[in-house]
């Protein structure tokens, strides 16, 4: 049944931040099946948000698998629950919290699937385990080896890439594997790096586009596990060898190892992000994040490539900004930069 | 993560009690029987891939196995191999 929208915008976000929940449902309802909206949700959800929020919001789980590898383990600290004594369940809920709010209060998303989906974290996972990782339910994490690794706790990008790895799959779903895989380990790296840039309040040119920067025992020669500035020169030690990262077509590898390679040539397309967020200068999320946001969200598809990824942020630029706006122009150059 | 590890084992050379537990968990595993590839059912982000060869009197093995699709008698052997490394 058509419905004809009388009342103005404005009037209806004003009801949807002020009304009560009938209001704000009635609203919602009328905004968004008017045809000047259709489309476009994603460009409304900061004010959907406001009124299909869960009450309570976050809702965060930490679990201890001590030294096991079953999941998630024993509960340990909860929703709303004062600190613990285990410093690193503090870190993970902690850092949960802080992924969750920079989606919520930049790009209006609430949690992993955007309908207020738990997060669930397991700290002290296997014995020395390297490593942490999102397996398509919760996020995990390893202690470290205490040779080379601290607990993986300790970088909050890295737990802003686990939590983005659920995003992913929620939004585009890219495959895991080519160049879809390497565009999902970049997009991982760049929600990562925002959540700690705006935990920070820092510009683009104030931050060190460094993934895992926290990760390493001080006698490790390595500035952290990837670098989005300069990909290939975040380490270079004896055990670990040296960063193998591309940061430009012309070096881009082929390999049937890590899923063909998407550890490596994400440093691709994390250089394009750190030259855009530069060129647009201040607050990386503000622009450069919200264009990486809505191309994941509203264009990308599982089988999205690298060159589909230009079109579709260039495409997502002219229509937040404009066509030939210095924002769409500032994307081409930073895709051209790195040979797309 | 995105990091790759390199790393070897001679049980010639290791210490009787554990060169003993490296054939064990070999049996318990039927590491042998293995397939050369395990693959998850579902993407795995960042999840370990294990690339093992054991070379031995039965002849050379090669596996490739992701974490995520691990058979739960072949962690404990994958466990044993890194820990060893690790403390080399």
Redesign the interface.
Known sequence: MPRFCIVPPYILRAILQNGDRSQQALAWATLTESEQVRGQRRILAPIATLATLAPGGKRRSVYDARRK?DLPGRLARSEGSPKVKDAIVNEAYDGAGATYDMFMKVFARNSIDDRGMRIDSTVHY???Y???????QQMVYGDG?G?IFRP?TKALD?IG??LA?GVI?HEAGL??RGQSGAL??SF?DVFGSLVKQYKRGQAADQADWLV?AELFMPSVQAKG??SMKEPGTAYDDPI??KD?QPGHMDDYIDTT???GG???N?GIPNRAFYGLAVRLRGKAWEKAGRIWYMSLAEKLRPDSNFRDAVTMTVTVAGELYGINSPEQKAVREAWSEVGL | ????IHGSLNSETLPTKKARRLNSLLKSSRFFELPVRLEPH????????YRLTIESDQGTHTIEVSE?ALPEDL?PLL?FI??SL?LK
């Open positions: 590898y296997g014995v020395n390297d490593n942490a990782f999102w397996n398509g080896d040779r993986f890295v890439h686990e790895h799959q495959n895991y999902n380990e991982a895992g596990i990837r670990l060898g193998p190892e890590d899923n998407v550890h490596l994400s | 993560m995105g990091r790759k579902l993407p795995a982000p960042d999840r370990f891939i995520a962690r466990d890194t820990q690790l």
